[in-house]
């Protein structure tokens, strides 16, 4: 049983540039959140995608955008990069926005 | 809003000494409270939660923590380190089950022999 995957592993990206990331949820999860994790802290929440719907979202601005598909796998895309955009990004799946949330490794970015 | 804070950003212990890792919390409502592990490299791996059931919860790999509502506490212990437990932790509390959850800081625990 595969667990949440997430790719790419790293990313590097120029300042103003876009990035997209991707998500798959551990099968039977239909339920999909983002966190942002910069270095030395813990994660934030970006927001969470259920029936492929953003259903929450926390405090971060509309540059930063997702999608989740009909086979519940999930997309983040952040637009305009700033520098302070670089940390690691990690996708947690669940089921029906109830249930414990499984995290996936993660996807260092590095804006320079 | 909900916050967690946790003391120490760092941790050292002898293998076989006691583990506390302390976590206090801000909620406004009745909360849930987890405490994840992170190892290197690796994602977030859920070691316990309390959802107001029992105040001692007990979880993976020998850990428990005591919900203690009048000190507003969730506290992570173990009785014997051992070199395997040397990882981050991180402290969360949501208002809405298991989901949109906000982490502490984290506490890195290092262990020696």
């Known amino acids: 049983d595969a667990g949440v995957t997430q790719s790419p592993t790293h990313l590097i990206k120029t300042r103003g540039q876009q990035v997209t990331l991707r998500c798959s949820p551990k099968s039977g999860h239909d339920t999909v959140s983002w966190y942002q994790q910069a270095l030395g802290q813990g994660p934030q929440f970006i927001f969470q995608y259920y029936e492929e719907e953003e259903r929450q979202r926390g405090n971060f601005p509309d540059r930063f955008s997702g999608h989740q598909f009909p086979n519940y796998s999930s997309e983040l895309n952040v637009n305009a990069l700033l520098l302070g955009d670089s940390a690691l990004y990690l996708c947690?799946?669940?089921?029906?926005?109830?249930?414990?949330?499984?995290f996936g490794p993660g996807t260092r970015l590095t804006v320079t | 809003a909900q916050s967690v804070t946790q003391l120490g950003s760092h941790v050292s212990v002898s293998e076989g000494a006691l583990v506390l890792l302390r976590c206090n919390y801000s909620s406004s409502v009745p909360p849930y409270l987890f405490w994840y592990v992170q190892y290197p490299n690796q994602g977030l791996q859920l070691l316990l939660k309390y959802t107001s059931a029992a105040t001692l919860v007990k979880g993976i790999n020998g850990f428990e923590a005591e919900f203690k509502k009048s000190e507003t506490s969730f506290h992570l212990t173990k009785p014997s380190a051992h070199m395997s437990d040397a990882a981050e932790y991180f402290c969360?509390?949501?208002?809405?089950?298991?989901?949109?959850?906000?982490f502490g800081t984290g506490t890195r625990l290092l262990v020696s022999p």
């Open positions: 969360a509390v949501s208002d809405t089950s298991f989901q949109k959850l906000v």
């Open positions: 947690a799946s669940s089921f029906e926005e109830v249930d414990e949330q499984y």
